[in-house]
């Protein structure tokens, strides 16, 4: 009797827990820096004062803040305009209002149901891109280091041909990562990449379940129908620069 009991509080507990971790939330602050080459003519004209404020300004629009919420499976990867902290009294939950900035993307992915769905903005036209959410194909190593009092550890990938190395911890138990990294056996806190640099700056683990609701505004259409737009603008943008558009 006495082993039936002791095996029914041990079950009681599982239970409990496994309630406890449906309903928490994480959320995860990220700096975002793109480096961004300074390569034009008319640039060389420039004194050195001038040229130096100008590349501030490149260096000042090559970093962002951005949010990754993660509920369960489901994570939305987002700028962040606006944080709020509430007080000490209310047992660490924090109050956070977002949306999306100047780049104007959001990114949601279930690991779960292997879905990868973009928010992506041409000016101020929207549109959304559904693919499938592939594995990547991690090598872990034996390298740690620690980052923000969590113990993390490298894995590599080849990632669009680009070299990418990932840092995640197993602390926290989440397959979850910022952009579209994921597959790891913890949390991404860091990713390192050709001209880009993702670095974790707080993370936050709330009792109270975060919703992470799907991207739905914006015409659907595909990656590459996607990617001809964005070449579309490119091109655009250029020939009013070339043509007295000024820097």
């Excluded at 970093?63 to 509430?86: F, P, V």
């Excluded at 149901?113 to 499938?132: G, H, N, T």
């Excluded at 991690?138 to 550890?153: A, H």
């Excluded at 952009?179 to 109270?208: C, M, N, R, T």
Aim: charged share 25%.
């Amino acid at each position: 009797m006495i082993i039936k009991k002791t095996f029914n509080i041990l079950l009681i507990g599982l239970i409990s827990a496994g309630a406890c971790a449906q309903n928490t939330s994480i959320v995860v602050d990220y700096k975002v820096s793109t480096q961004k080459k300074v390569e034009n003519e008319k640039l060389k004209s420039l004194s050195p004062e001038i040229l130096a404020a100008v590349k501030s300004q490149i260096a000042k629009m090559g970093t962002e803040n951005k949010n990754l919420i993660i509920n369960g499976s489901a994570s939305k990867y987002l700028s962040t305009q606006e944080i709020n902290d509430m007080d000490n009294n209310t047992s660490g939950v924090r109050v956070i209002t977002m949306k999306s900035g100047a780049s104007g993307e959001e990114i949601y992915k279930n690991t779960d149901s292997k879905q990868l769905i973009k928010q992506s903005a041409i000016s101020d036209k929207k549109f959304i891109i559904e693919s499938p959410l592939e594995q990547i194909k991690w090598t872990i190593t034996s390298k740690t280091k620690t980052l923000n009092s969590y113990t993390v550890q490298e894995a590599n990938a080849v990632i669009a041909g680009q070299e990418t190395t990932a840092w995640f911890t197993k602390s926290i138990k989440s397959n979850q990562g910022p952009d579209q990294y994921w597959g790891l056996p913890g949390l991404i806190l860091e990713v390192e990449s050709p001209g880009k640099h993702i670095v974790a700056q707080k993370v936050s683990i709330s009792a109270k379940s975060l919703t992470v609701e799907i991207p739905k505004q914006g015409k659907k259409i595909s990656q590459e129908e996607f990617n001809k737009l964005t070449e579309q603008k490119r091109k655009q943008l250029l020939d009013i620069y070339q043509n007295g558009g000024g820097f």
